[in-house]
């Protein structure tokens, strides 16, 4: 089921080596080095798969559902080092806190978005179809939605859609003004994204803050 043993091979072997004739052979059928995005998603497919071993009791990948999910994701909050006030906190809904208080630490939404998007990615290529992904189940969807929008509130720094942009009119093929034109792209993000810190290792505790 683990996917480290396929991640980054993909673009290994594509083209020859920039070395010169005398550098050929080996080189070329060495694998490329994996990205950073295909390391870090290596790395939390196995804290994952290790989470289901420790399970009590174990649990399979097979029978593994969103609500499992979210208890994971809740499980990680332990490592968070994002400060999340309570509502009867001083600080609540401030972006800057003026002074400490004993408000608990948590995983950034932003971390935990990222984390699903990779884990689903991951579950896919080790065998999993989309239609029993757990990782896309809507009750995941929901989950980081609500944690996502009480994060919002606690620390007073709202999480805002990318807004979709136009793209430039071709040379030559300007439009009068208050016109659009029906061929224009549309481009940017998805929406209801954040800012996302798709580097630390869960179990590292790291997050964006």
């Known amino acids: 089921?683990?996917?480290?043993?396929?991640?980054?091979?993909?673009?290994?072997?594509?083209?020859?080596?920039?070395?010169?004739?005398?550098?050929?052979?080996?080189?070329?059928?060495?694998?490329?080095?994996?990205?950073?995005?295909?390391?870090?998603?290596?790395?939390d497919w196995n804290t994952f798969l290790q989470y289901l071993r420790n399970h009590k009791p174990p649990l399979a990948l097979a029978r593994c559902s969103g609500a499992h999910v979210i208890e994971f994701l809740r499980y990680l909050d332990q490592f968070g080092k994002t400060k999340v006030h309570a509502p009867g906190c001083a600080f609540y809904g401030h972006p800057s806190p003026s002074g400490p208080c004993a408000c608990p630490l948590r995983q950034a939404w932003g971390s935990l978005d990222a984390l699903i998007g990779r884990?689903?990615?991951?579950?896919?290529?080790?065998?999993?179809?989309?239609?029993?992904?757990?990782?896309?189940?809507?009750?995941?969807?929901?989950?980081?939605?609500?944690?996502?929008e009480s994060q919002a509130k606690a620390r007073g720094i709202p999480y805002e859609k990318k807004k979709r942009k136009r793209a430039p009119a071709a040379a030559g093929q300007a439009h009068p003004a208050g016109e659009s034109s029906t061929s224009t792209v549309l481009s940017g993000g998805s929406s209801g994204s954040g800012p996302v810190d798709g580097s630390g290792a869960p179990l590292r505790g790291t997050s964006s803050s």
């Open 119 to 148: 884990l689903r990615a991951a579950y896919e290529e080790s065998g999993g179809t989309p239609e029993t992904n757990p990782f896309a189940a809507r009750a995941v969807r929901i989950y980081l939605r609500d944690v996502r």
């Open 1 to 43: 089921m683990d996917s480290a043993g396929t991640a980054g091979t993909s673009t290994g072997g594509e083209g020859p080596s920039s070395g010169g004739a005398g550098k050929a052979g080996p080189q070329r059928g060495a694998a490329a080095a994996p990205s950073r995005y295909e390391s870090q998603k290596r790395r």
